[in-house]
């Protein structure tokens, strides 16, 4: 199938509206507040405890996980579509990319050191698609329970603090 003009947008709409849904239902009824103008709310959520359930209750962005030395991120600041994997990798899928869910080998030495399969990696889709280069954006998991942020393809990484559920 020859991809023209037209149907990369097609199909770029079609996961736009499909990841939105997907996040969405990820949220579920969950009420939100914001302000304009004055004060900012405090930038502070609960983090899903680390591996082994031994994690901080409460984290800001920029703080240091003690585990894994890395700063942490709120799930709320990560961009719209790696939000809309956490919910496709919490959900089990579908997946857009053929590679999504395979190992991560974490050659670079940047996570903690784990056996082979501990991680597995996920692509962020933002305007790319499957076929050709997938883009530098990529969420890494691990079996313990952490997530892991990278907007420049393995060079570093940030701890996701999840949202409480």
């Known amino acids: 199938m020859k991809w023209n003009r ?3 947008i097609w199909v770029a709409a079609v996961f736009g ?3 939105f849904v997907s996040l969405m ?8 507040s914001f302000t304009l103008g004055g004060d900012e709310p405090s930038s502070t959520a609960s983090a899903q405890g680390a591996a082994g359930g031994t994690g901080p209750d409460e984290v800001e962005t920029g703080d240091t996980d003690p585990e894994s030395g890395l700063p942490w991120v709120l799930e709320d600041d990560l961009p719209v579509f790696a939000q809309g994997t956490l919910a496709l990798i919490d959900q089990g899928g579908p997946f857009p990319c ?3 869910g395979v190992t ?3 050659r670079e030495g940047i996570l903690p050191d784990r056996d082979r399969g501990y991680y597995a990696e996920y692509t962020v889709l933002s305007a790319t698609s499957c076929e050709g280069p997938r883009g530098a954006l990529r969420i ?3 079996d313990g329970g952490e997530y892991y942020w990278t907007e420049d393809h393995y060079e570093s990484f940030e701890r996701i603090a999840r949202r409480s559920p």
């Open 6 to 8: 037209q149907t990369v």
């Open 17 to 19: 509206a499909v990841a």
């Open 25 to 32: 239902l990820a949220l579920g009824d969950r009420e939100y």
């Open 98 to 100: 053929d590679k999504d």
């Open 104 to 106: 991560f080998e974490n």
């Open 140 to 142: 890494v998991t691990g």
